[in-house]
């Protein structure tokens, strides 16, 4: 192997991981906006150790914070990645497909694992699992070790914790032994550094926030709880004074008293007049904390409603947020293991890149409008693409094939002598290429004692619809256009069973076409 790429992991020593476990310090309890100040200072001058303890414990002990980062880690991991090639190189090129089966070979044969825990042992979607602590710790440490096998070059990756390191000079820097404070260099092609946002330096103050309010809120709760005044004329310390004491004391085990005349029992009001403050601050910090991972609020309010806002501000937000951890994602892994790996199997700079793809990419049914608009066009695809992107394998020589259902090729056939009504949806499904063509061929027929420049003002209607650049006025137009054809194609043609037939027509055909120009006019803002 090279000298370049290393082949044997560090000697941890099984001490050091076990005092990890055994002795883990958790800072929560002494936890004051005083000392988290202290926290925050102390990592922003590159001593990361205490702090990324601090982050660790929070993210395992709240609720809010685990939800949202492991929703946030587990999103990306989800999608896969694919092979692009680099800038300026033909994809079809035989050296570019030389790189591009050396990447994947490796990607799909690494192995993720964790210097702590010892059941962790995956692949990829573990590996961006783990990739994605980033997000909230800023760094994620993966030490590289480098696997030769028959077929090809791969790499087991092992994940530290973020308090293993220092960053004083600017660099992660390896940390031997619990209590050093300067570290050592990390040796080159030999790790892998993810950089983050490091969004637990903001979610460390909401939840200390959140905390402080739920604390008083539950001293509260207990301090004003139903209490009981006593009057009596018994001279203190007499047997009457004495049986009114020990009727109060109980009175909140056995909720009943028995007094003699004169004796005076009434509630004591201790509660705060007005709405109580900490309900709302802890609520507000919940929130924020959500908003601040996900990119968005689904919270219910007060009474139970789902947030409606906080629905559509997520679903664009949670894009970016997307986009951004697949950019992270794809820029670790081609400088971390695509980078190394081509410049030692070919000598060069590598050829193909990955890119994580993201659920935008991910929509299937996107993906399937998109190669049929293709194949219409003449495009050809590999079975190995279609295989990949669709999750099917492609079938083996000697295996028995499934035909398609008898019903379904019959579907043309059976509807050719009718033309859909006017009131008929638009078609958007598998069968879109025979309306097309069915439309087509009775259009032909019906039209073709229609004089061309009889129906020029309704061309001309149809053309200024379908060039709004909004799709709503797009529709409002054609619409219009729809109501109005009766009227225009009764001026047109006088014989009422000619204007019978291009209604149906046009009206068919203008609906389908809607449908094809929806989507493509979605595809084009993509």
């Not at 579907?411 to 958007?428: G, I, K, L, Q, Y």
Request: aromatic share 6%.
């Amino acid at each position: 192997m090279s000298k370049g790429l290393k082949t044997k992991p560090i000697d941890y020593g099984a001490s050091r991981v076990e005092r990890a476990i055994r002795f883990a310090p958790n800072p929560l309890p002494t936890l004051s906006p005083n000392n988290l100040a202290a926290y925050l200072d102390s990592f922003k001058r590159g001593y990361l150790r205490d702090t990324a303890i601090l982050w660790n414990e929070i993210q395992w002990r709240d609720d809010r914070v685990g939800s949202d980062s492991n929703k946030r880690h587990k999103s990306i991991a989800r999608y896969g990645y694919s092979l692009v090639a680099a800038k300026g190189q033909d994809p079809k090129s035989p050296a570019v497909k030389r790189h591009m089966d050396a990447i994947k070979f490796c990607l799909d044969n690494l192995t993720a694992s964790d210097v702590l825990d010892s059941s962790v042992h995956g692949g990829m979607s573990t590996l961006v699992r783990q990739m994605q602590k980033a997000v909230g710790f800023q760094w994620q440490a993966h030490e590289l070790v480098w696997r030769p096998l028959k077929d090809g070059l791969t790499v087991e990756t092992i994940a530290l914790p973020l308090w293993w390191f220092e960053r004083l000079t600017g660099a992660l820097r390896f940390l031997p032994m619990d209590l050093m404070l300067i570290g050592e260099p990390l040796e080159e092609n030999g790790w892998m550094i993810t950089r983050g946002d490091g969004l637990m330096a903001a979610t460390c103050v909401l939840y200390l926030l959140k905390r402080m309010a739920l604390t008083d809120w539950t001293l509260y709760n207990g301090r004003v709880g139903p209490g009981i005044h006593g009057k009596t004329t018994a001279a203190i310390g007499s047997e009457q004074w004495r049986n009114l004491e020990d009727a109060v004391d109980h009175f909140n085990f056995d909720l009943k008293i028995v007094t003699q005349s004169g004796v005076e029992i009434n509630p004591i009001e201790m509660a705060l007049k007005g709405t109580l403050p900490w309900p709302q601050m802890y609520e507000a910090m919940t929130k924020a904390i959500t908003v601040l991972w996900r990119g968005g609020n689904l919270m219910t309010d007060g009474n139970g409603t789902p947030n409606q806002s906080g629905v559509t501000l997520q679903s664009s937000e949670a894009l970016i947020l997307e986009q951004d951890d697949s950019e992270m994602i794809s820029d670790s892994l081609n400088d971390g293991i695509v980078l190394p790996l081509c410049r030692y199997r070919f000598d060069e700079e590598p050829l193909a890149w990955v890119q994580w793809r993201t659920g935008a990419e991910h929509n299937i049914k996107a993906e399937i409008e998109k190669d049929d608009a293709l194949a219409r066009r003449g495009w050809q695809f590999t079975v190995e693409d279609l295989s990949e992107r669709y999750q099917r394998m492609a079938p083996q020589p000697g295996q028995t094939i499934l035909a398609p259902p008898a019903a379904e090729a019959n579907v043309a056939d059976s509807r050719t002598d009718r033309m859909p009504a006017a009131n008929e949806a638009p078609v958007t499904t598998a069968v879109a290429d025979r309306v097309d063509t069915r439309l087509r061929a009775a259009a032909i027929d019906a039209f073709s004692k229609a004089a061309s420049d009889d129906l020029a003002p309704i061309r001309a209607r149809i053309k200024a619809a379908m060039d709004q650049t909004d799709d709503d006025a797009m529709l409002r137009d054609l619409a219009a256009l729809q109501a109005d054809l009766p009227r225009l194609l009764l001026e047109i043609c006088k014989d009422p069973a000619t204007q019978k037939v291009m209604e149906e027509s046009l009206t068919a055909a203008l609906l389908n076409g809607v449908s094809e120009s929806a989507a493509a006019h979605q595809e084009a803002r993509k």
